[in-house]
């Protein structure tokens, strides 16, 4: 398993922005970090994935650390539906399954 | 937007029987997987397949499971025997189109899952 540290829990206020924290400090250079989310009672739903530029899409930003050791996802303006688990997943190159750690439970407060 | 979905939204089956779950991958895509999530833990990978055949499996895919691609459109996990500790949320994804170069650039789509309940 390619592991990823995150914080187990963090809160927000509504329509400020929010950025997840995750770790990958031995992930090799050719490796993609993924970011999924899951909503209650719902399946992981795709945000973002990057390899070393910073990537912009239209439900958030990602943002790559540049020895690739960590990255930040940037939900620009929390809304009270973005209360999910957040993945950070790194995606060995040659590797076609996900492995879902415990992920960051994003509580977003009104 | 396309998305994956999957049949039934709960299922109920008594110890022992066999249960078939039933997934639509997004209709362009070449690779599909089964995922599990036991209640209160973590997303857990079962088996990859791709071109007719499985590219990958865990652990807990045992003889116990299979998955077929019946038809063009079609994707299903089958448990044959089913145990109590089978009990759990069963995601069907799919990702990849004959273009897309690596698996590990693509996203994979998930759907909303089949809950199933052994009695």
């Known amino acids: 398993d390619a592991k990823t540290t995150q914080p187990n829990s963090m809160e927000s206020n509504e329509e400020e922005p929010v950025h997840l924290p995750c770790n990958h400090s031995?992930?090799?250079?050719?490796?993609?970090i993924h970011w999924y989310r899951q909503l209650p009672s719902q399946g992981p739903e795709y945000v973002i994935h990057?390899?070393?530029s910073n990537v912009n899409n239209r439900m958030a930003s990602l943002a790559i650390a540049e020895d690739r050791k960590s990255s930040t996802l940037i939900l620009h303006r929390a809304t009270l539906r973005d209360a999910a688990v957040y993945y950070c997943?790194?995606?060995?190159?040659?590797?076609?399954?996900?492995?879902f750690g415990t992920g960051t439970r994003l509580t977003v407060i009104p | 937007e396309p998305e994956v979905t999957q049949t039934p939204s709960h299922q109920v089956t008594q110890m022992g029987q066999e249960v078939i779950l039933r997934c639509v991958p997004i209709?362009?895509?070449?690779?599909f997987y089964w995922y599990r999530q036991i209640l209160g833990q973590k997303v857990e990978f079962l088996v990859s397949?791709?071109?007719?055949?499985?590219?990958?499996k865990s652990e807990i895919f045992d003889d116990q499971f299979s998955v077929e691609r019946p038809d063009g459109s079609n994707f299903t996990l089958k448990i044959r025997s089913t145990k109590l500790e089978d009990s759990a949320m069963y995601f069907c994804?799919?990702?990849?189109?004959?273009?897309?170069?690596?698996?590990?650039?693509?996203?994979?789509?998930f759907g909303d899952g089949t809950r199933l309940s052994i009695l």
């Open positions: 994804a799919s990702s990849g189109t004959r273009d897309s170069g690596r698996l590990s650039n693509q996203p994979q789509h």
């Open positions: 997943i790194w995606m060995q190159t040659g590797a076609n399954n996900l492995f």
């Open positions: 209709s362009n895509h070449l690779y």
């Open positions: 031995t992930i090799s250079g050719t490796d993609y």
């Open positions: 397949f791709y071109n007719n055949e499985i590219s990958e």
């Open positions: 990057g390899l070393t």
